[in-house]
């Protein structure tokens, strides 16, 4: 592959799908990973959407633009957010006027700004705005972790085991993990192991959901069992996207002694969801050292999200190290072969944030 | 589907099918990515501030067309890169075509009285927007009014990201994606 495959030469070349995905990619990533911070994003954006940047700038961005669909969504949301602060009057009059000249002159432009003034109108109309977002994990509730360090008293006198199934009541829509009260809440959702619903007996529920009076009580009922307790595992939850987000802020996932494996979710929302399976590697994202892969991973439907499931033990983890996920879709036979989508996320040690 | 015509310069049903065909094999999906692509090709010459950009979109996609009925095969997963490098030419033949005939690239005059939306319109249109978002999924309309809320608003979304653990730029994504379904949920409310 040629060090700069953007040049004119090339183009035809990628164009017409000669490069494989990989050649494609791999430049693409060193170009978002040099580039693509969150203040790189916003001033890069910016100088494009106004008209500010050279045409040799355009002609590389807009090809990144046409290979990467996230690259041209954030485009549109950054144009987005420059309309939404022009009209609230936080850009000063001359940059104000510029937004407006360049994205609002056209009859479309000024379609798109009067749907964003009336976004604004919307969102202000009440202040307050309820926001479950991912609801908090079940084990991270308040309410829960008094019933969790009542049940742990327990499992120490009597060797039960309390059984908390995945947070799938009927508040938890959302793919975003976020505690309903004000306190960043972390990605991770400890759990204790989950029991194969056919072997638990049928018990009367009394489990943290059911105190509280959530619905669909039949799905969260307390499952004694003779057996001891298991490891502790967590779960992380990670959006797949088709770029790295090089800069900006990535999922924490704390690890403490006692945790034995972590499940990672890998949301694949906004992905192609045509391949049959999925091939998954955990690796460094500093040295790219593969920690564990998976073949043939298929989608399933967990919280009302598509995600795959990795289980990583936690050993294989070390704290103060940045992980990246690839996942590649494999293709039907004589088919394509999509490109590769990747999450991250960072260890830290236990109890931080 | 739309069927991209110029000066009555349109597409054979031979080319129409070869673009469809090399879209997806299912007529469906292909129907799905031709959107995708239309759209994202009239924005891209709108950012590039030419005079015409669904033309010089439905130009792209017929000389797209014309290859794949002459043989052109796309081997990439992602075909817009094709489309955009086609759009990418043409912007520079509309360019050097308007500089022969010495047009002014700009856009009209603009005045910021062109913006100001009769209030009439304005009120349909927050009509429309409060009846699609009621048709949302909670979360997702409580996350786009919360992007859109309060008065520092660099603060809110920085608040809002960092609550939701993800960063900043993927919760603009998720934003604009909510967005967009908004969006054409309002303007079909405004045709009617």
Redesign the interface.
């Known amino acids: 592959m040629n060090e700069n495959p953007w040049k004119d030469e090339l183009l035809e070349r990628y164009l017409l799908g000669e490069f494989s995905q990989e050649e494609v990619n791999e430049p693409l990533e060193r170009y978002l990973l040099g580039r693509f911070s969150q203040e790189r994003v916003d001033e890069l954006f910016r100088r494009y959407l106004l008209g500010e940047l050279s045409q040799e700038e355009v002609d590389e961005l807009e090809l990144h633009l046409s290979m990467n669909k996230d690259l041209f969504d954030l485009a549109e949301a950054v144009e987005a957010d420059l309309l939404a602060a022009a009209d609230r009057g936080e850009l000063a009059p001359e940059e104000r006027e510029r937004v407006l000249k360049r994205l609002a002159s056209s009859p479309q432009g000024q379609e798109r700004f009067a749907l964003i003034r009336a976004f604004n109108r919307a969102a202000n109309e009440k202040n307050v705005v309820r926001f479950p977002g991912r609801r908090a994990p079940l084990a991270q509730r308040p309410f829960v972790q008094g019933v969790i360090a009542v049940a742990a008293s327990l499992l120490v006198v009597t060797g039960l085991l309390v059984f908390i199934p995945d947070d799938q009541d009927a508040g938890g829509e959302s793919p975003i993990d976020i505690s309903n009260g004000s306190t960043p809440a972390s990605p991770v959702q400890p759990k204790v192991p989950e029991r194969t619903p056919v072997a638990a007996p049928a018990q009367p529920a009394t489990t943290p959901e059911q105190v509280a009076g959530d619905k669909k009580p039949e799905e969260h009922k307390e499952q004694p069992v003779t057996k001891p307790a298991e490891p502790i595992r967590a779960v992380l939850s990670l959006a797949v996207t088709n770029f790295r987000e090089a800069g900006g802020e990535v999922d924490k996932l704390p690890l403490t002694p006692d945790l034995e494996s972590v499940e990672l979710r890998l949301d694949m929302e906004y992905q192609d969801q045509s391949p049959e399976s999925f091939d998954v590697i955990l690796r460094t994202k500093e040295e790219q050292e593969p920690i564990l892969q998976k073949s043939g991973l298929k989608l399933r439907q967990l919280d009302k999200e598509t995600v795959l499931v990795l289980e990583v033990p936690a050993r294989t983890l070390t704290a103060g190290t940045s992980y990246e996920v690839r996942v590649q879709g494999v293709a039907a036979e004589g088919a394509t072969e999509p490109p590769p989508s990747f999450a991250e996320f960072e260890v830290v040690t236990g109890g931080q944030p | 589907m739309k069927r991209g015509k110029k000066d009555g310069n349109g597409l054979t049903p031979e080319e129409f099918e070869a673009l469809l065909k090399q879209l997806h094999p299912d007529r469906e999906k292909a129907a799905e990515r031709y959107e995708d692509i239309r759209r994202?090709l009239?924005?891209?010459f709108?950012?590039?501030?030419c005079a015409s950009?669904e033309d010089l979109t439905d130009e792209t996609i017929n000389r797209a067309a014309r290859r794949m009925a002459e043989g052109?095969?796309?081997?990439?997963?992602?075909p817009?890169?094709?489309?955009?490098?086609?759009a990418?030419l043409l912007y520079k033949e509309d360019l050097r075509r308007a500089i022969r005939e010495q047009k002014v690239l700009e856009?009209?005059e603009?005045s910021?009285a062109?913006?100001e939306?009769e209030e009439e319109?304005?009120d349909r249109?927050?009509e429309c927007?409060?009846r699609c978002?009621s048709l949302l999924?909670?979360?997702?309309r409580?996350?786009?009014?919360?992007?859109?809320?309060?008065?520092n608003?660099?603060r809110n979304r920085k608040t809002l990201?960092?609550?939701?653990?993800?960063?900043?730029?993927?919760l603009?994504?998720?934003?604009?994606?909510i967005?967009?379904k908004l969006?054409d949920c309002?303007q079909d409310c405004l045709k009617h």
């Open positions: 994202r009239i924005r891209l709108e950012w590039r501030r950009p052109v095969e796309l081997r990439s997963s992602e817009y890169g094709y489309f955009c490098g086609i990418h856009i009209g603009w910021p062109s913006l939306v319109t304005s249109r927050l927007l409060r978002l999924p909670p979360d997702q409580d996350l786009v009014l919360r992007y859109h809320q309060g008065e608003n660099i990201s960092e609550q939701m653990g993800i960063p900043m730029n993927a603009r994504i998720r934003v604009h994606r967005r967009r969006e309002v």
